[in-house]
């Protein structure tokens, strides 16, 4: 059986596409489409099609320009190429028959003869042109190729141009990023000599006022009367967290140069959590929070500084207390998955924005609204220097493990969540 004669037709116009393939297809005929001169080009070296159908309308490049091309590639000369196309004046006609094709069928066309006219031509039947308008045609048709060429090249040195444009721009925008970056390293160096100098410099005044004072309230330096030693001791409990703040500082800046020390153990997190939980429970209980907690059914053994991960659940315990108002919940749930022990604290405080959910993680970041700020330690509201995240996020790091916050928005309560890679045990 003789296979059914395969047609590309090369058209932009989807629509057409669908109605010659209607046309075609029950009349025996196996279809193939491109949509551009280029693609249309590619697919007939591919495809080796029987005949060509070539509407003269493309992008890219038109239809004379395609059919010149295919008539010159050596195993398509001889592949008959039809032009289809609304353009129906003599003058059209001609060029196109200079250009390469064999047979002009003008649109709309005839749905009852199409089939027809496709196999005549497939025959070999061709179309022709007298030969004294070929010339004439034949030196149009170059003029037209070479004004095409030409715009073409215009439009390509106009692309050019604005590419060498782009580049330059891009380039300047890279030295600039470059600049920022290398005085970001400075002002971050600047930043960390000061924090380091300011907090070494305090420490010494600090140690002598404690140490005075401890003398005072001890008696050593004469009795003291029931003011005095009230006096003194708010004294010593405002120095004792000036102290605090400071090595919270110090610990910052040793973490970001890597100069941490640690004294690693293997710890269990449900222990230490249960001691911390054990010194804040007061303050729980006088500010009327509701506490609950579901403990992993193993201890959630890591390798870890007892001390810093003490700080970890310290202060994320106790901004889930600052940040709830009194009659509110908190809860704790620690658990084992994928090798990592993780813990997670909810509480129905007063939430985090999702804009500020990565930033409180930034050192001396706060979600400031200073009408709220309070000083105190445990009261609702109360806020630190923006140090204590930084601080989780910096040693849980350290440690091979990862911090993150979740809120629903502000008064929807927050929830922290670390996990730390879990000691194997052999
Ligand atoms: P601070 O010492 O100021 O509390 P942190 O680094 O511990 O510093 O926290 C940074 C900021 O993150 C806080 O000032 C607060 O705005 C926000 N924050 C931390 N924990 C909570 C929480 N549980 N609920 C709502 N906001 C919180």
Known sequence: MKSAPHILYIEDNEFNQRLIRKILEPAGFKLSSAFDGIQGIKQAIDLKPDLILMDLELPQIDGLGAATKIKSLPGLAKVPIVALTSKTSKRDRDQALVAGCDGYIEKPINARTFADQVRRYLKGEHERIEPANKTRILRDFNVTLVNKLQAKIEELEKTNQELRQSKEELLHAYEQSQNWNLELQRLTRLKENIVGITSHELRTPLSIATGYIDLLLEG????????????????????????????????????????????????????????????????????????????????????????????????????????????????????????????????????????????????????????????????????????????????????????????????????????LPMVTQE
Request: net charge negative.
């Open 220 to 419: 050593m330096l004469g009795e003291l009367n029931d003011d005095t030693h009230r006096v003194l001791q708010i004294s010593q409990t405002s120095l004792a967290k000036m102290s605090d703040l400071i090595t919270k500082i110090t610990d910052l800046t040793r973490l970001a140069l890597k100069k941490f020390p640690m004294n690693l153990e293997v710890v269990d997190i449900n222990e230490i959590f249960k001691n911390v939980r054990e010194g804040m429970s007061f303050f729980m209980k006088i500010r009327n929070l509701d506490f609950h907690m579901e403990r992993s059914d193993e201890p959630i053994w890591v390798q870890a500084d007892p001390n810093l991960i003490e700080q970890v659940l310290s202060n994320l315990l106790k901004n889930a207390i600052c940040f709830t108002p009194d009659h509110g919940k908190i809860e704790v749930k620690t658990w084992i998955q994928d090798n990592k022990g993780w813990f997670e604290i909810a509480d129905t405080g007063i939430g985090i924005k999702e804009e500020d959910l990565e930033k409180i993680f930034d050192e001396f970041y706060q979600v400031t609204d200073v009408n709220y700020h309070k000083t105190g330690q445990f009261e609702y509201m109360t806020r630190g220097i923006g140090v204590g995240l930084a601080l989780c996020k910096g040693i849980l790091s350290e440690l091979g493990g990862k911090i993150g916050a979740s809120s629903s928005g502000l008064n929807q309560g927050s929830s922290f969540t670390f996990y």
